[in-house]
């Protein structure tokens, strides 16, 4: 017995070299064997010129971080567990006490919860700026400010913010910065543009970050985010945070995004399409007051998205009539069939979810009816819009 159990641990085999499929290998672990002691000492994985530990790469997860390398337009890339762990890595890497931080009013929820939370209690202050206004963040740029966070469009209003000129203004902060004074950093969540609405690092950010839960994953089953550099020595920090961190992705997980990655193009195209059509439509509907996407005339940051951009997310935003109140908006919300309650998007699921606004922002909110985000999936344009007429019937009846 015990003779079996060490021959099938320590089995002679090895499958024939050179097997290749569409599909990358899904590799796992935690053990990583070396040939003997002398690489077990030097072998390297900052450079992954091999491996060394289940948290330091796999090929599997090489080839993600080199694919979404590639997606992003930079050179480097490191994986998180989620898009939220991307966020709190970046500000973990570059912040230290003393230091201060930058985030657009209008910013993804949990990324300004960190802040005031964990960052808060380490001595690093946060202040909120309107993205829409370059002149806020000079402003607001002071001695102390490290990290300036940027987000294309807001969180749930989906203003289109002008990224090259609020780059322009952190640059000419740099430029004026007292010599040997650390240089602030700009990093963008690059969520909804996911390397397709736009080129990040044409907008002259220096870092890069994506919730791949959403577009390269596309299955609403799977949670991880990245971080996209240029710069080797930015890359450097990000890396070595997220080593002492211990963070890591599994091979199953890392397989996923993998899979939706030759999609993704074409899903963004279909879902950008069925979203315009549906975001326009709701324009004309009875009992709507505004609905919010860069692509609607009219909508925040219009203009700029129609210079910046070739495409938009699957997302868009309707204020109610100010008759309409919270508890009617929920009715609305409950009344839906194929759009489901659920927070994440880019699935093939068609979601909505109504807000708060006025609760998640220090800018006054100027609508008086509630607001609804919708996420639209991959079913038939024509089927979410008799959804959405059948609810709307029941709200004005
Ligand atoms: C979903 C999302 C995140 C976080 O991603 P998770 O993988 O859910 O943690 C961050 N930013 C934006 C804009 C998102 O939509």
Redesign the pocket.
């Given at each position: 017995m015990s003779e079996l159990s060490t021959n099938l641990i320590h089995h002679p085999y090895r499958a024939p070299a050179g097997f290749d499929a569409v599909a990358p290998g899904v590799h796992k672990a935690s053990t990583v064997i070396f040939p003997n002691v002398h690489a077990l000492r030097t072998q390297e994985w900052v450079d992954k010129s091999g491996y060394t530990y289940g948290l330091h790469g796999t090929p599997t997860t090489f080839v993600l971080e080199e694919r979404i390398a590639t997606l992003e337009g930079g050179l480097h890339c490191v994986l998180a567990p989620?898009?939220?762990?991307?966020?709190s890595l970046v500000d973990m890497a570059f912040l230290r006490q003393g230091e201060e931080l930058l985030i657009p009013d209008n910013a993804?929820g949990?990324?300004k919860s960190f802040a005031s939370g964990e960052l808060s209690a380490w001595g690093i202050t946060h202040r909120f700026y309107d993205a829409q206004n370059p002149q806020d963040l000079a402003d607001k740029i002071g001695p102390s400010t490290r990290l300036v966070w940027l987000?294309a469009p807001g969180?749930i209003t989906l203003e289109y913010p002008d990224l090259p000129a609020l780059v322009a203004v952190v640059r000419q902060a740099n430029g004026q910065r007292a010599e040997g004074a650390r240089a602030v950093i700009t990093a963008l969540?690059n969520?909804?543009g996911a390397g397709i609405a736009f080129d990040a690092f044409e907008t002259g950010v220096d870092v890069s970050?994506q919730?791949?839960?959403?577009y390269p994953s596309g299955g609403a089953d799977v949670?991880?985010?990245s971080v996209v550099t240029r710069d080797e020595h930015l890359h450097r920090q990000v890396l070595m945070t997220h080593m002492r961190l211990g963070l890591g992705v599994s091979g199953n997980d890392t397989e996923l995004v993998l899979r939706g990655l030759p999609s993704m193009a074409l899903r963004y195209q279909a879902q950008d399409a069925s979203t315009r059509a549906l975001a326009t439509w709701m324009q004309s509907q009875k009992g709507v007051s505004q609905v919010l996407h860069p692509a609607l005339k009219g909508s925040p940051g219009h203009d700029t998205w129609l210079r910046d951009a070739k495409a938009a997310a699957c997302l868009f935003s309707v204020v109610f009539d100010e008759r309409f109140d919270a508890t009617r908006v929920d009715a609305f919300c409950d009344s839906l069939r194929l759009f489901k309650l659920g927070?994440?998007?880019a699935g093939p699921i068609s979601l909505c979810a109504p807000y708060d606004v006025s609760s998640m922002r220090k800018a006054p909110w100027p609508h008086k009816g509630g607001l609804v985000r919708f996420a639209v999936g991959l079913e038939a344009v024509a089927d979410l819009q008799g959804d959405l007429t059948q609810a709307l019937d029941r709200l004005n009846a």
């Open positions: 989620s898009g939220l762990s991307a966020v993804y949990p990324n987000e969180s969540d969520t909804w970050m919730a791949l839960t959403k949670l991880m985010g927070w994440s998007w």
